[in-house]
């Protein structure tokens, strides 16, 4: 609890004193140069960006007289060369486009207006001397309407980071026109009041440690926020990462542990899946992730940060060279990546990430204790995966549509998650999403005052903590050689059916991991699970469970409950459940392929849930699974794995001894 007091009383001084994140903003402002182009340079300053990156420079080139690439790459690729090259055809074909945008119309609600007066205003500056004067102020009009009308639309700061994609277009928009158009300054202003009053707190909550609660979307909006903060730093001197320092200035180290070890398609990260729209398959997203991590490196001179970009110095997608063009820092010194941590806690966002070491072969673990804050969160505080070589463990169900029968019965619900389940039989949820929730999963609740448990503004989730705050990760201890971390989970289920639940994973270095759980219900006829979702077939091998995909193997042996119940849903039956089957209409792979619920044998209200899982090589090479032993006290749960001894409390606070050796301590990423 005491992170969780610091930024709420971070959160009180800046919300409480919005003159002093206007000094943060007015500390280093200076006039709008009124001269053509200035958004991403001078012409000299572009022309001796082109000559410095030459490689760089001749893909964005080809980008350009390409005219079958998107148009966000294309347009600032044709911008860029018709800047360097004084190339009038590359000009006009680009303000072409752009008043395609205007003659269509201003675009209004969940669109992607704020691309295209953002594009449309970077070809307004780049491309200014080609411009008709009548198609300027056609642009201009353009431009003021669609701020006008999308004045009220995305005012959630929570919500899938609309503000950072509306905010970005206007004020790049505004930026572009700043001189020619008399409305700019005021849509600037606006674009900085709602920052100041609403985004900037909302970061330094949800987004501490430079996590985002709300999940994956945070790959999809910040690059294109952090192009405008870019901007407005060299246009008019205002930085927009001083009013929220706890997010910014971890920002680039959370990215990189959410990334799988290895690389993959095209020589691109994947990210671990948060939430809707988990990245399966590749896209620009990936770019957009090392783009804002380069961004970010350079801004906090984060040299360990910029060495783990360079094993990826070209974007994944070709169209997106001009990324590499403008944020790839050649001249900064790498450091050496085996110094960097081995984990990191996002404390705003309760996730956490933990790394065997940084080679490509890395074990991996991503654990979330996540309180509620949008809708594209799910409910599944607890949950984890594990890779190793491969996903192993993921995160189940698919994303295909929002408040589908898939979506709102199994994708966002806890048994799609490797989470636990409480089956009360008369609970009930309300619509999820707008969609019809007919099953009972056992799992957490959704008891929020709006259909997609959003709130609006950090003053409105500090008015709820009842609502919102939900899970707590209570302990975290990086020493090297292990990881400890423990989380009570109990504020996240009904609390009708659970008096308390909390969870401890030890993580034993390079690839062992222990999960203690402690669940007390308040009927004993509550049947409880625990539930794995398994990329692969589990296969039963004696005492244990075995999982094999790609190189990667995990194996699971369950310590207590003794003689549990194990059942392993697959095939027709993985999206069964209460008597009821909620298959998606669309698959996304690859997703999990089985479910493993584990119970003991007699309901009782406390139980207690010990398991130990080993990651290790498909093949069987490496070490296997370790040694294991266990015994139950009157107050503790004893474990010795492989000589190491952990001592699990079966009361109080979720805590645990470890006795893992005497390597020394290595520091933790927050």
């Known amino acids: 609890m005491g992170v969780r007091i610091r930024i709420l009383l971070v959160l009180t001084l800046l919300g409480g004193a919005p003159g002093a994140l206007a000094d943060v903003f007015d500390s280093g402002r200076h006039p709008v140069a009124d001269v053509h182009p200035r958004l991403l340079g001078t012409r000299d300053e572009l022309r001796a960006l082109a000559v410095a990156r030459p490689q760089a420079y001749e893909r964005t080139k080809a980008v350009a007289k390409d005219p079958d690439s998107p148009d966000q790459p294309r347009l600032i690729s044709q911008g860029i060369v018709a800047v360097v090259e004084n190339d009038a055809d590359l000009a006009r074909a680009a303000i072409s486009t752009v008043m395609g945008y205007v003659k269509a119309g201003v675009r209004v609600g969940h669109v992607p207006f704020g691309h295209d007066v953002a594009l449309g205003g970077m070809v307004f500056d780049m491309c200014y001397p080609y411009w008709k004067e009548g198609d300027r102020r056609l642009f201009v009009k353009y431009l003021n309407e669609t701020a006008e009308a999308n004045r009220d639309y995305g005012s959630s ?45 909302a970061l330094e909550l949800a987004g501490a440690g430079g996590g985002w609660a709300e999940g994956y979307y945070i790959h999809y909006f ?21 009013p929220a320092p706890g997010f910014y200035s971890d920002r680039a180290r959370a990215s990189i542990f959410e990334m799988y070890p290895g690389m993959s398609e095209y020589n691109s990260r994947r990210p671990v899946p948060m939430g809707d729209g988990g990245g399966r398959t590749f896209g620009g997203d990936r770019d957009k992730a090392l783009s804002a991590r380069r961004i970010l490196a350079t801004e906090y001179g984060d040299r360990l940060a910029h060495a783990y970009n360079e094993q990826t110095p070209r974007t994944a997608v070709g169209a997106n060279a001009y990324m590499d063009l403008l944020w790839r820092n050649e001249t900064m010194v790498a450091g050496v990546l085996d110094e960097l941590p081995l984990s990191h806690h996002s404390t705003g966002a309760g996730h956490i990430h933990a790394r065997s070491d940084w080679s490509d072969d ?18 599944d505080a607890g949950h984890f995966v594990i890779f190793r070589k491969d996903e192993l463990l993921g995160d189940g169900g698919h994303y295909e549509s929002f408040g589908g029968p898939h979506d709102v019965n199994y994708h966002m619900r806890s048994i799609a998650h490797s989470t636990l389940l409480v089956h009360d039989p008369a609970e009930t949820w309300p619509a999820i999403r707008g969609g019809e929730v007919t099953g009972n999963d056992g799992g957490q609740h959704h008891r929020f005052p709006h259909h997609n448990g959003a709130v609006e503004t950090p003053e409105d989730w500090r008015k709820g903590p009842e609502l919102y705050d939900l899970a707590d990760v209570t302990s975290f201890e ?24 909390t969870r401890q994973i030890v993580y034993l270095r390079p690839s062992t991991f222990v999960v203690f759980d402690r669940v007390r219900s308040t009927n004993e006829s509550f049947k409880k699970s625990w539930v794995l979702q398994a990329m692969a077939e589990p296969e039963r091998d004696d005492d244990a469970l075995k999982i094999t995909r790609g190189g990667g193997r995990l ?89 190491r001894k952990i001592r699990f409390a079966t009361s109080g606070e979720a805590s645990a001894v470890v006795d893992a050796g005497a390597e020394p301590e290595r520091k933790a990423g927050r």
Not at 228 to 240: D, L, Q
Request: aromatic share 14%; glycine share 8%; proline share 7%.
């Open 222 to 242: 910040l690059y294109d926020w952090l192009f405008f903060c870019e901007i407005a730093r060299r246009v008019e001197g205002v930085n927009y990462y001083r």
């Open 362 to 379: 890395a074990t991996y673990l991503f654990f979330k204790a996540s309180d509620r804050y949008t809708s594209h969160q799910h409910l």
């Open 478 to 501: 990086e020493k090297g050689s292990y990881l400890h971390v423990a989380a009570d989970l109990t504020r996240a289920y009904a609390p009708e059916k659970v008096e308390s639940c």
């Open 555 to 643: 194996i699971v042996r369950t310590l207590l409950p003794e003689n549990p119940e194990i059942r392993i849903f697959s095939g027709d039956g993985l999206y069964r459940y209460d008597g009821q089957a909620f298959p998606p209409t669309q698959e996304t792979p690859p997703a999990p392929v089985a479910r493993i619920h584990i119970s003991p044998p007699a309901a009782a209200k406390m139980d207690y849930f010990l398991h130990v899982l080993h990651a290790g090589d498909a093949d069987g090479s490496g070490p296997g699974m370790p040694e294991v032993s266990h015994r139950v006290e009157d107050d503790a749960v004893l474990v010795e794995v492989a000589g």
């Open 157 to 201: 700061v929570f919500h899938n980071g609309w503000w950072g994609y509306k905010n970005w277009g206007l004020g790049v928009g505004a930026y572009a026109t700043y001189h020619e158009n008399e409305q700019a300054k005021a849509i600037l202003a606006g674009v900085e009041r709602e920052y100041r009053e609403k985004a900037g707190p």
